[in-house]
């Protein structure tokens, strides 16, 4: 059985093999596909999913390598590719349970026997009652002998109250009388522990879509056992034949469990994966995050610094921005547009420097920007296409009408296309200055300008115009 750290260990190195490498090329990426599928098929991945995984690898990092953002090495691009795929293969992003303070919220917890369900109800009320939510356990599992018993122990040591009937065989009218209880004293989230199920146990089945039916529930949780491999993927998808799955909660993931189980469910029924467990302990319980998962999987500890570099590099300006920004000609619209690219993924200061504007902006500028771009949106979504592509023509009234329609007052219009105008200025000088370092006189790119002082500036003659 593949242990998680073994499985994480043959993915690192895969990733630590391409890093060594001192050309990348079409077969390096093969063989970073080939270590990949050998991990995920030791972890006991479905094998049709890795082969499609593999396949989105291939077609991204060889087929579409011409998408690949300039400023990056085609290394730093590869990891990551690699890297969204294994996280979309995992959900993409982290899912909330969606609990709304101030009223009571049922969550049912199903799943096969021995997957760690009434362990996993103990963690769940625990992972609440520290997000200070009012918190009770209800057992209504009547099949497994001591499910009530080992329920109340954990209930004890969490602190939580728990409503059951031990001597009772009726499970729906335990879960109803329980919800209902607890709803009563307005408790906010309420946990449901059902009896396990076999996907072929037809008349459990049954009684489990009765109980949902109900208490209908706000969410309808899945447990699985992260041994169980490929078995997982179709234990999902008869549950979720029988029942809409909300999310699905991994057990066992602390040492000997096969990860591949939790990627074949989550593939098969489309379901996130909202939790995991990582112990035996009632508070060994982790919120799931794909990014971080897989960042931990993979070990490599720059990680981050890679992914931001890409980033960076797919928002930067194009060229063609960018001699519109550095010879004065750009307009409030290709202003406004690519700041508020940036401002997605941080601070207006990073669009200056990739600018390579460095210190030579106006003192304040770069606060004034970040203080004032929402207001600008607002001002800018109220102005005409025609107004944005060509300032020069706002006057008064198209002021008052912009203030009118942005919800602020003609000064801040004024404000927003003095700075523009200052921007612009400040914009077309540095391209002359830079144009000029690069041996080109600004303004004069088929001659020197009169009086241009050749031969006092080094290597100046040797410089066509």
């Known amino acids: 059985?593949?242990?998680?750290?073994?499985?994480?260990?043959?993915?690192?190195?895969?990733?630590?093999?391409?890093?060594?490498?001192?050309?990348?090329?079409?077969?390096?990426?093969?063989?970073?596909?080939?270590?990949?599928?050998?991990?995920?098929?030791?972890?006991?991945?479905?094998?049709?999913?890795?082969?499609?995984?593999?396949?989105?690898?291939?077609?991204?990092?060889?087929?579409?390598?011409?998408?690949?953002?300039?400023?990056?090495?085609?290394?730093?691009?590869?990891?990551?590719?690699?890297?969204?795929?294994?996280?979309?293969?995992?959900?993409?992003?982290?899912?909330?349970?969606?609990?709304?303070?101030?009223?009571?919220?049922?969550?049912?917890?199903?799943?096969?026997?021995g997957s760690g369900k009434?362990?996993?109800?103990?963690?769940?009320?625990?992972?609440?009652?520290?997000?200070?939510?009012?918190?009770?356990?209800?057992?209504?599992?009547?099949?497994?002998?001591?499910?009530?018993?080992?329920?109340?122990?954990?209930?004890?040591?969490?602190?939580?109250?728990?409503?059951?009937?031990?001597?009772?065989?009726?499970?729906?009218?335990?879960?109803?009388?329980?919800?209902k209880h607890f709803k009563e004293k307005q408790i906010e989230v309420i946990i449901v522990d059902s009896a396990g199920r076999h996907k072929d146990e037809k008349n459990l089945m049954k009684e489990m879509i009765k109980i949902a039916k109900t208490i209908n529930p706000t969410e309808i949780i899945l447990v699985i056992d992260g041994t169980l491999g490929q078995q997982a993927a179709k234990q999902a998808f008869a549950f979720n034949q029988a029942t809409e799955i909300g999310s699905i909660f991994v057990t066992k993931l602390d040492g000997s469990a096969k990860g591949g189980g939790a990627l074949s469910a989550v593939a098969a029924t489309g379901a996130p994966i909202k939790f995991i467990g990582t112990g035996e302990r009632v508070d060994d319980i982790e919120?799931?995050?794909?990014?971080?998962?897989?960042?931990?999987?993979?070990?490599?500890?720059?990680?981050?610094?890679?992914?931001?570099?890409?980033?960076?590099?797919?928002?930067?300006?194009?060229?063609?921005?960018?001699?519109?920004?550095?010879?004065?000609?750009?307009?409030?619209?290709?202003?406004?547009?690519?700041?508020?690219?940036?401002?997605?993924?941080?601070?207006?200061?990073?669009?200056?420097?990739?600018?390579?504007?460095?210190?030579?902006?106006?003192?304040?500028?770069?606060?004034?920007?970040?203080?004032?771009?929402?207001?600008?949106?607002?001002?800018?979504?109220?102005?005409?296409?025609?107004e944005l592509n060509d300032p020069k023509i706002i006057n008064r009234s198209r002021i008052n009408r912009i203030a009118r329609g942005s919800g602020t007052n003609p000064q801040n219009v004024k404000e927003l296309i003095q700075q523009y105008n200052m921007f612009k200025k400040m914009m077309k000088k540095f391209g002359k200055e830079r144009r000029f370092r690069k041996g080109i006189p600004a303004g004069f790119p088929k001659g020197a300008p009169p009086g241009f002082p050749k031969g006092k500036i080094p290597g100046l003659k040797k410089m066509k115009f």
């Not at 596909?33 to 094998?47: C, E, G, P, T, Y």
């Not at 963690?123 to 018993?149: E, H, I, M, N, S």
């Open 1 to 113: 059985m593949i242990r998680i750290k073994e499985f994480g260990r043959k993915l690192s190195n895969a990733f630590r093999k391409i890093l060594r490498l001192p050309i990348v090329d079409k077969k390096a990426i093969e063989a970073l596909i080939l270590d990949l599928q050998r991990a995920l098929l030791s972890a006991d991945v479905n094998f049709a999913l890795v082969d499609k995984l593999s396949e989105s690898i291939r077609e991204r990092t060889i087929k579409e390598s011409a998408k690949k953002p300039p400023g990056i090495s085609y290394r730093d691009y590869i990891i990551k590719v690699v890297y969204e795929e294994l996280t979309n293969f995992l959900g993409r992003k982290s899912y909330p349970v969606n609990i709304q303070a101030g009223t009571s919220n049922v969550i049912l917890l199903i799943g096969i026997q």
């Open 118 to 179: 009434t362990t996993s109800a103990a963690k769940l009320a625990l992972y609440f009652k520290r997000k200070r939510f009012k918190t009770a356990l209800v057992c209504a599992d009547t099949y497994r002998p001591g499910a009530y018993d080992q329920l109340s122990q954990l209930a004890e040591q969490i602190d939580v109250p728990i409503y059951g009937e031990p001597d009772s065989n009726d499970s729906v009218l335990i879960a109803r009388k329980g919800v």
């Open 287 to 386: 919120k799931f995050d794909p990014k971080s998962y897989v960042g931990r999987l993979i070990g490599i500890p720059d990680i981050n610094m890679i992914l931001e570099k890409v980033k960076e590099a797919e928002i930067s300006p194009s060229k063609d921005l960018q001699t519109k920004f550095l010879s004065g000609r750009f307009s409030l619209k290709d202003m406004y547009e690519q700041m508020k690219s940036v401002r997605k993924m941080g601070p207006v200061s990073k669009l200056l420097q990739m600018l390579g504007l460095g210190g030579k902006l106006p003192d304040g500028f770069t606060e004034i920007a970040e203080e004032k771009l929402d207001q600008w949106k607002y001002i800018m979504d109220s102005m005409t296409e025609k």
